[in-house]
Every structure is written in structure tokens, then in C-alpha cells.
């Protein structure tokens, strides 16, 4: 797993959506590392990771973050993850309790509706395109992310994107990202059910992947499990309103 590396502390990792990677995080990083030890990763099949031919259910990420705790040997860890990330933070603090201290879970909970992910699998698929350039890769990702701000979307197209014959393409696998849409629609409910660790939920007011109806019946599953509602925001909420997402965070974790 390629990862990305700041500060000094408790253990606090982060774990980006589909299609992105490690560097969607580094705001958030700069502002924690005071304070912890922060390191964003490539998941598998993003990024500069490697790339699997197969593997992208829940558990097999969730033994890569179990793996990388143990590797690190400073846990357990706080985990921060952003939809498909979240997905996976709660994945691995049900199945390795002794390795999680606690996870943000940043718009992501069961009960996301089918044509939900529908929408979801159609975008990730149109995204494996030829680009000329970064300049065409920007406006390409401001247009999909019309929500994110100009600095936040230069992230993702410097960071995302790699030369190859005729312009760029993604980093992120297109097999890789086809079986990992295909895997959020697994259900997450005994993942929520069993986790015993603290649990932040935060979803973007705005969000059109994880819907109020899905927050309401995720808080009815786990009434226990503290929600922040990050108003105007969409869900990529921690690059729409990071100063937000920070203070949600922080205030968790202090608690």
C-alpha cells in the first residue's frame, strides 16, 4: 500500500472514496499532525497501490487496514473515512476491534438505495477516459464535482492521473473500481450492528448518495451512534467543508 506520512502521536489513518486516493486528505492531514501520527492511504486498487485482479469486497479492505495497523505497531488507531472508506473503517473496527480506537464515518451508512448505486457505477465507469492534459482532467472533475472547491479539484487531477501514450489516464484501475462499485452494495448492516467502538456518522446535508432516509434508518439501527449533518455540503464533505469536518472531527475525538 503507497501512503502518505505526517506528524507524531496517536495513530490516526485515512482512507479516501472510489476512485480517488491518499491525497484527497492531505488538508485534513496538515491541520491533525500537530497532534497525531497521520497517514492517508492508497487503497487497494487506487493510487499507487497495487492492483489486484480480483479482492475488493469489504473484508479484503478491511484486512489491508488490520494489516497496516499491525504493521505500524501503533495502534490501535482512530480511522477517518470517506465513503467507500467509511465503509471499510467500519468494516475493520466490527472485525478487529483491538486494532480501532475509533472511526469517522464520512457519507456512508447501510440502506443507500439501489438506483443510488446505479448512479454510482455509471460515473465510476465513464471516468477510465483519455485526457490530454491536467487542464482537461480539471474541467473534467469540475464538472463531475461542481460542489468541490478549485484547489481541492487540483488535488485530485495531480495527484490521480498518470502519463501514458496520447495523455493521461487514471491511476485508479478500471477492474479494480468496476468490482469495488459492485461491492458497496453489500450490506452493511451487520457491520453497524456488531461494531462495539465509537462511531462518528457525519453526511453532507446535501449528499446524493447517502439520503436522510438512509441516515434515519441507520440512527433507528444504532441510535447510540453520534450524526453530524454538515450543512450545504454534498457528499464530498470533507473537501466541500473541511473546516467543518475538522471541528466534527476534533470534537469527537476529545469527547
Known amino acids: 500500500m503507497n501512503v502518505r506520512e505526517a506528524g507524531n502521536g496517536p495513530l490516526m489513518l485515512f482512507?479516501?472514496?472510489?476512485t480517488a486516493n491518499s491525497a484527497v486528505f492531505a488538508p485534513l492531514m496538515t491541520r491533525l499532525s500537530y497532534r497525531f501520527t497521520t497517514i492517508a492511504v492508497d487503497q487497494r486498487?487506487?493510487?499507487k497501490s497495487g492492483k489486484p485482479e480480483s479482492g475488493y469486497n469489504a473484508d479484503d479492505f478491511a484486512n489491508d487496514i488490520a494489516a497496516l495497523i499491525r504493521?505500524?505497531?501503533k495502534g490501535p488507531a482512530i480511522l477517518v473515512g470517506h465513503s467507500l472508506g467509511a465503509r471499510n473503517s467500519v468494516t475493520a473496527a466490527a472485525k478487529y476491534?483491538?486494532?480501532v480506537r475509533s472511526v469517522i464515518a464520512i457519507d456512508f451508512t447501510p440502506y443507500i438505495e439501489p438506483e443510488v448505486f446505479d448512479a454510482l457505477e455509471a460515473r465510476v465507469n465513464a471516468g477510465d477516459q483519455l485526457f490530454e492534459n491536467l487542464q482537461a482532467v480539471?474541467?473534467?472533475l469540475a464538472n463531475r464535482y461542481p460542489?468541490?472547491?478549485a484547489d481541492a479539484i487540483r488535488i485530485r487531477a495531480e495527484s490521480g492521473y498518470q502519463p501514458v501514450d496520447g495523455g493521461l489516464r487514471p491511476l485508479a484501475s478500471p477492474t479494480a473500481m468496476a468490482q469495488t462499485a459492485k461491492g458497496l452494495r453489500s450490506d452493511l448492516t451487520p457491520a453497524y450492528r456488531e461494531v462495539k467502538k465509537p462511531v462518528l456518522i457525519i453526511r453532507g446535508e446535501l449528499s446524493k448518495l447517502v439520503s436522510a432516509a438512509a441516515l434515519a434508518k441507520t440512527s433507528r439501527l444504532r441510535p447510540d451512534l453520534?450524526?453530524?449533518v454538515v450543512p450545504n455540503a454534498d457528499h464530498y464533505v470533507n473537501e466541500v467543508s473541511p473546516d467543518i469536518t475538522l471541528k466534527a472531527i476534533t470534537n469527537f475525538i476529545d469527547a
Open 15 to 18: 482512507f479516501h472514496g472510489i
Open 45 to 47: 486498487g487506487h493510487g
Open 71 to 73: 504493521s505500524l505497531d
Open 97 to 99: 476491534p483491538d486494532l
Open 138 to 140: 480539471e474541467a473534467y
Open 147 to 149: 460542489n468541490i472547491p
Open 226 to 228: 453520534p450524526v453530524v
